[in-house]
């Protein structure tokens, strides 16, 4: 069944994780995001029917929810503490010729280095970054080269059917590589947007070119058809959202949809679903609120999701599949309850019905 997941945070400012399955707009299932992590927890990719989550550094894991299957991942230990950089951009994908299950993502550290404390302690603002990459059969993280030139931020949309993670980039044109590759492909703008790809079989990076629009546009990338799509957006001069989808076809850009009307009191595109379920973030007073547009029948609604604007994201996946495997993996109501147990058994009675209660079923929303 055609799944979308997006992290907001409910009235209580707490996350929350919801999981749309828009046939025929009918239902939403709903999930206590707090049951898997008290600290801040995002959402990092998905594959097939797993969806990958990491916090604080050293703290990520990949669920199935259609099995209630979670596998925690082993930290990394490339940094010295303290370890509370950033994650910039992540992904989740499946070499289908090895069997092996992949996380691969860019870790910031920022630190503050001294310099005299004769001249009282002043000191620079420095970072360390490297791109890290896990793999389920090795069971470890590894670094491996990262992409020269390419900034990028976010959570990486995985095309099974390639095999690849995509995501918007800008790039650095001083860079020799960046520069090469805007000659050969006759880029005159610099300072566009690009797609960065990166192939789990190869372990390798590629620069792709965005379709050409007239106007200058924000771009969002989703899966489209075994392939990768991008959503381009701006806002007309009556504030109005414009969106034109394409999809690439091979090597070079295809229209997906250019009918898509002006949509009112709409800030920004979250997501496209199975070519016809586009989710947006709406206007809704102080806040952002989710909403689905059906492409095919024109109309629109309003979900009961509400975030901080430009707080909520989303991604879509297949909430019925068991596929790819997710090896070594633990029942989420068994490592949720020992952990409690490992903390005191004070809290385990009220944890235990927490569980149960998860585990029976997810609050059914109409839509």
């Not at 918007?168 to 520069?179: A, F, H, M, N, T």
Request: proline share 5%; with cysteine.
């Amino acid at each position: 069944m055609a799944g979308f997941a997006v992290v907001s945070k409910d009235e209580r400012n707490k996350y929350r994780l919801s999981v749309m399955c828009p046939v025929e707009l009918s239902v939403s299932e709903n999930l206590n995001f707090n049951s898997f992590k008290k600290h801040d927890t995002v959402l990092g990719g998905s594959c097939g029917g797993l969806l990958y989550f990491h916090g604080n550094y050293g703290h990520s894991f990949i669920c199935n929810l259609k099995t209630n299957q979670m596998k925690v991942l082993t930290p990394p230990n490339f940094l010295p503490p303290p370890n509370d950089g950033i994650v910039t951009y992540s992904g989740l994908g499946y070499d289908a010729k090895s069997g092996d299950l992949k996380v691969i993502r860019r870790y910031v550290q920022h630190y503050i280095r001294k310099i005299d404390e004769t001249d009282g302690g002043t000191g620079y603002h420095g970072c360390k970054s490297h791109t890290e990459l896990y793999s389920s059969k090795d069971n470890e993280w590894k670094k491996i080269k990262h992409a020269v030139g390419c900034v990028a931020a976010g959570v990486g949309v995985s095309v099974e059917e390639t095999g690849s993670c995509y995501w918007v980039v800008v790039v650095d044109p001083s860079e020799q590589k960046i520069k090469e590759y805007l000659e050969r492909h006759s880029i005159t703008d610099p300072w566009a947007p690009h797609v960065l790809s990166f192939d789990f079989a190869t372990d390798s990076f590629e620069l792709i070119p965005l379709p050409a629009t007239t106007i200058r546009a924000y771009f969002l990338l989703c899966k489209v058809r075994g392939s990768i799509g991008a959503l381009a957006y701006w806002k007309s001069c009556s504030s109005e959202l414009c969106i034109k989808a394409f999809v690439l076809e091979g090597t070079s850009w295809g229209v997906l949809c250019d009918d898509i009307p002006p949509l009112a009191d709409v800030e920004r595109p979250l997501g496209l679903k199975d070519d016809r379920w586009l989710f947006v973030e709406a206007k809704a007073s102080d806040s952002g609120q989710l909403m689905v547009y059906d492409l095919s029948q024109k109309e629109s609604k309003k979900l009961n999701i509400y975030d901080y604007p430009g707080r909520m994201h989303g991604i879509s996946y297949d909430a019925e599949s068991t596929d790819p495997p997710l090896p070594c993996s633990t029942p989420i109501s068994d490592y949720y309850l020992s952990k409690v147990r490992r903390s005191g058994k004070g809290k385990e009675k009220s944890m235990e019905g927490k569980v149960k209660k998860m585990s029976r079923g997810m609050k059914v929303l109409n839509i």
